[in-house]
């Protein structure tokens, strides 16, 4: 027997409609591109959404189509997601801090028929549009004031182009299965993998990423996401935000200390959301300028692993909550996030960060279980690691035109690539990536453990651990090591300086120096560059 509820379909737009409905004032406030701050609300951007969708709709780009941009935080960037979902075509983020070459792939194989972007990348398609058979329209996120002449095709200034039509324009209307969203994993491995998000995901992602656990968000709150809308789908809040009717406070291209200080302070932010090396800016501009937080109350790190350091500053400095976060974009992207559960509650200083530098618990939506190569189920101890593997309604089930192959186990769980513990209250902690964890006799060791330890060392500046290969153990760690500015450190010190801290099998065979550590696009360590790199080096202990 069926329940007899309506057919309401979870359709992204509806999201925009109830926040114009019943947040219709609520500031959206930006740093735009050009320069001056921009205020709007709920109600203003779904008119000019829906102007984009007539626009759009005229111009031929219909269901299914895929629009890309190329932009930063701001109230446009965000109509032009919502315009682009309400005609039932597809918005596909592109991340510019990626290869040129790169971007131009993606864009080929996600076969986009119409590219916006802001200014600042204009330059960047001006050498790539020979490459890019597929667009047939550049819309620039501007005015006509501040429109450059290009030779990009069809070129035209976004307030002009959507100032060609008015707002009287209904949502397509479809199923909520139907493709939303698109963003391409940075893929270190192999070809570009586009993740579809549907209107479905998406809305019940918002709703996961609310939960008082979660965020927690509410039309009391002013979140600022640092993240950018290119970065994992802006980790939910461009729907988050809207579904709540929380104000948006958007940064533009700053991402500057100086700059995200401003704007915390001057909007009265009270969330905001990044990877850790945006705060790392943020904390160094604080710390230089006796800056104060007054009304920041939690701030979302995740992307890759918050370092115990800066949880410890946030809480202890500015009485700010950090909210230590794990997800990925095939999870829309959260996958966990660290508030407190009562069990814990209790803790207070160093074993409060024991648990604050894992990455948290999953909401409801996330099902998670670590396992060993053959697929066993590992323990919940907060020791044993194991492959992470994931289960739910906003997590993708297979790639873009099927790259990648089959990409769920039997029971309909994906395999992150994370290697991680879970312990009895369902916290997880990230120990490293299944590529990376060095395999020695069997048994596992952490490249991540091993680096943050490494990287305690008053003299280092940054570490990367690697696998390298030993004839008795198949594989033993070796310790990467930039120096801090003229610091010279001798090896023995540092693995000293180790000692007692880790198990003694996982003591690195050997150390090496180096003046810099490759970085991907997204600035974690390229260590395929690091293995290739070190490929034939031979450990001292390989002769045993
Ligand atoms: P990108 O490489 O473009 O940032 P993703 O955001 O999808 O792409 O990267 C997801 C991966 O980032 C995760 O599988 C994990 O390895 C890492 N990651 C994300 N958050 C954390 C975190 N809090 N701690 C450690 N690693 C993290």
């Known amino acids: 027997m069926l329940g007899l509820m309506q057919d309401w379909p979870l359709l992204c737009h509806k999201i925009l409609d109830h926040a114009?409905?019943?947040?219709?004032?609520?500031?959206?406030?930006?740093?735009?591109?050009?320069?001056?701050i921009v205020a709007t609300n709920y109600r203003d951007v779904r008119s000019r959404a829906l102007r984009l969708a007539k626009r759009l709709d005229k111009d031929g780009i219909k269901l299914g189509d895929r629009v890309g941009t190329l932009a930063w935080n701001t109230w446009r960037h965000l109509e032009a997601w919502y315009g682009i979902m309400g005609v039932g075509a597809i918005y596909h983020t592109l991340n510019p801090r990626l290869f040129p070459e790169q971007i131009a792939e993606i864009v080929n194989h996600a076969e986009d028929r119409v590219m916006m972007t802001d200014l600042t990348f204009m330059p960047l398609l001006e050498k790539l549009a020979g490459k890019l058979p597929t667009i047939e329209r550049y819309v620039v996120l501007t005015d006509a004031a501040h429109m450059p002449a290009t030779k990009l095709k069809n070129a035209v200034p976004y307030e002009e182009w959507i100032g060609e039509v008015d707002d009287d324009f209904r949502w397509a209307s479809f199923d909520e299965n139907t493709a939303a969203?698109?963003?391409?994993?940075?893929?270190?491995?192999?070809?570009?993998?586009?993740?579809?998000?549907?209107?479905?995901?998406?809305?019940?992602?918002?709703?996961?990423?609310?939960?008082p656990d979660a965020m927690g968000l509410s039309s009391r709150d002013v979140i600022m996401p640092v993240v950018p809308m290119f970065h994992a789908n802006c980790w939910g809040i461009a729907l988050t935000a809207p579904m709540t009717g929380a104000a948006l406070v958007m940064p533009g291209a700053k991402l500057d200390g100086p700059s995200v200080y401003e704007l915390l302070n001057e909007h009265k932010v009270s969330i905001t959301a990044a990877v850790p090396t945006v705060w790392l800016m943020l904390l160094q501009h604080l710390e230089a300028n006796k800056g104060e937080l007054p009304y920041l109350e939690r701030v979302i790190i995740g992307g890759s692993a918050c370092p115990r350091a800066m949880i410890k500053a946030f809480q202890d400095s500015y009485d700010v909550q950090v909210i230590h976060a794990w997800g990925m974009t095939e999870m829309s992207p959260l996958g966990s996030l660290g508030s407190i559960k009562p069990e814990y509650a209790h803790l207070t200083g160093e074993a409060q960060l024991d648990i604050q530098v894992k990455q948290g618990h999953p909401p409801f939506g996330v099902e998670m279980k670590i396992t060993d190569d053959a697929g066993r189920e590992q323990p919940w101890d907060g020791k044993t690691f194991g492959r992470l593997k994931v289960r739910g309604p906003a997590?993708?089930?297979?790639?873009?035109?099927?790259?990648?192959?089959?990409i769920l186990d039997e029971h309909g769980f994906f395999d992150t690539g994370d290697v991680a513990t879970l312990d009895e209250h369902g916290y997880m902690h990230i120990t490293d990536r299944s590529k990376d964890v060095i395999k020695s006799g069997g048994e596992w060791i952490s490249s991540i453990e091993l680096e943050n330890l490494a990287v305690g060392h008053p003299d280092v500046a940054e570490a990367a651990v690697i696998g390298v290969r030993h004839p008795k153990w198949d594989e033993r760690p070796l310790l990467i090591i930039v120096p801090k500015k003229d610091r010279r450190i001798a090896k023995d010190d540092l693995l000293k300086f180790m000692e007692g801290k880790i198990a003694k099998w996982w003591m690195p065979d050997d150390v090496v120096f180096v003046n810099e550590i490759p970085h991907t696009a997204t600035g974690k360590i390229q260590k395929i560059t690091l293995r290739e790199q070190f490929r034939d080096y031979r450990l001292p202990t390989a002769a045993e």
């Open 20 to 36: 114009a409905t019943y947040h219709p004032k609520r500031s959206i406030v930006s740093r735009s591109v050009e320069g001056p």
């Open 395 to 406: 997590i993708a089930s297979s790639y873009f035109k099927g790259e990648g192959g089959q």
């Open 181 to 211: 969203g698109m963003c391409y994993t940075s893929g270190t491995t192999g070809g570009p993998k586009g993740v579809l998000y549907s209107h479905r995901s998406n809305v019940l992602h918002s709703m996961i990423a609310a939960l």
